[in-house]
C-alpha cells in the first residue's frame, strides 16, 4: 500500500514560498489539533486544504492570519516570520472567513469605504463592484442581501486592500450549485492575476476544479498533497475521485503511526 505524498523542500533557486511552515503543532486544553504540520505553497498557485471538522483546517488558517500562536514550529508567509511578528504580513493578505458577521445596516458602499480607510491602499471601490456584480446593490443594506450577494462582499472585502495572498475559508458553502460555479469563475481570475489562494472546503469537486494543488490533512497532520491528478493517480487502482483518494491516504497515515 503506498504511503501518502510528503511535500518536499523547495529547491534552491527557486522562488521563495508564499506559505511555509514546519512542524507546526497546537494544542488546546491538552487536546492536539495540528501534530509537526509542514507544507510550502508556491506563490501564484492555486492551493485547497482539505479534511473533515476537527482536522485543524481552521486552526491552521488562523495561525497564518496571525490570530492564534502556535505552541512549536515554523510560519513563513510571504516571506514574514509570522510567530515572531503577528500582525507585520496582515496588509498583504485578503481573508474571507464562513462566519463573516457583516453588519445587517450597513450598506455594501459603506463596508466597501471603511475597509479601504484601513489599509495605505487599496483597490478602485467601483471597480470591485463591477468585478463582483454589486454596483445595483451598493447602497442596498447588507442585512437585505441573499446568501450568495453576501458571499460576494465579503470576498470583495478580502480583496479591498489588493492582497498578494488570498485565504478563503469555506467560500461557497451554503450556496447553490449555480451560484458556487459563478464563484469558482471569480476565485479563477485571483489565481489569473498572480496572487497567491488558499482555500479550505469540504467539496471535493471544487478541489478539482479550481486548485493547483491538494493539501489532505486528518487530525493535525499532513496525509498527502499534490495535484488532484497525482493524488488520485498515486492511490491503488479502483481509487478515481479525491473522496476515495482522501480516504485512502487517511488509512495509510493511520497505518503508519500504529
Keep these: 500500500m503506498p504511503l501518502p505524498t510528503r511535500p518536499r523542500p523547495v529547491p534552491a533557486g527557486q522562488a521563495t514560498p508564499a506559505i511555509d511552515v514546519r512542524n507546526l503543532t497546537k494544542t488546546y486544553g491538552g487536546k492536539p489539533a495540528l501534530r509537526g504540520l509542514s507544507l510550502a505553497i508556491a506563490p501564484g498557485s492555486t492551493v485547497a486544504l482539505i479534511g473533515p471538522n476537527g482536522a485543524g483546517k481552521s486552526t491552521f488558517v488562523e495561525i497564518l492570519m496571525g490570530l492564534r500562536t502556535p505552541d512549536a514550529g515554523q510560519v513563513s508567509v510571504l516571506g514574514h516570520d509570522v510567530v515572531r511578528d503577528p500582525r507585520g504580513h496582515v496588509a498583504r493578505i485578503g481573508v474571507q472567513l464562513q462566519e463573516s458577521n457583516l453588519f445587517k445596516l450597513l450598506t455594501v458602499r459603506e463596508y466597501l469605504a471603511f475597509f479601504a480607510k484601513l489599509y495605505p491602499r487599496h483597490a478602485d471601490v467601483q471597480a470591485l463592484a463591477r468585478e463582483f456584480s454589486l454596483v445595483d446593490?451598493?447602497?442596498?443594506?447588507?442585512?437585505?442581501?441573499?446568501?450568495?450577494?453576501?458571499?460576494?462582499?465579503?470576498?470583495?472585502?478580502?480583496?479591498?486592500?489588493?492582497?498578494?495572498?488570498?485565504?478563503?475559508?469555506?467560500?461557497?458553502?451554503?450556496?447553490?450549485?449555480?451560484?458556487?460555479?459563478?464563484?469558482?469563475?471569480?476565485?479563477?481570475?485571483?489565481?489569473?492575476?498572480?496572487?497567491?489562494?488558499?482555500?479550505?472546503?469540504?467539496?471535493?469537486?471544487?478541489?478539482?476544479?479550481?486548485?493547483?494543488?491538494?493539501?489532505?490533512?486528518?487530525?493535525?497532520?499532513?496525509?498527502?498533497?499534490?495535484?488532484?491528478?497525482?493524488?488520485?493517480?498515486?492511490?491503488?487502482?479502483?481509487?478515481?475521485?479525491?473522496?476515495?483518494?482522501?480516504?485512502?491516504?487517511?488509512?495509510?497515515?493511520?497505518?503508519?503511526?500504529?
Design 137 to 258: 446593490f451598493l447602497d442596498t443594506r447588507v442585512g437585505k442581501l441573499s446568501g450568495g450577494q453576501k458571499q460576494r462582499v465579503a470576498l470583495a472585502l478580502a480583496l479591498i486592500n489588493d492582497p498578494e495572498l488570498v485565504i478563503l475559508d469555506e467560500p461557497t458553502v451554503g450556496l447553490d450549485p449555480i451560484v458556487r460555479r459563478e464563484f469558482w469563475e471569480l476565485i479563477r481570475r485571483q489565481a489569473g492575476r498572480g496572487r497567491t489562494v488558499l482555500f479550505t472546503t469540504h467539496y471535493m469537486d471544487e478541489a478539482k476544479e479550481l486548485a493547483d494543488q491538494v493539501l489532505m490533512i486528518s487530525a493535525g497532520r499532513l496525509v498527502a498533497a499534490g495535484s488532484p491528478t497525482q493524488l488520485i493517480e498515486r492511490a491503488p487502482a479502483g481509487v478515481s475521485t479525491l473522496d476515495d483518494a482522501y480516504a485512502h491516504y487517511v488509512r495509510c497515515e493511520a497505518l503508519e503511526a500504529a
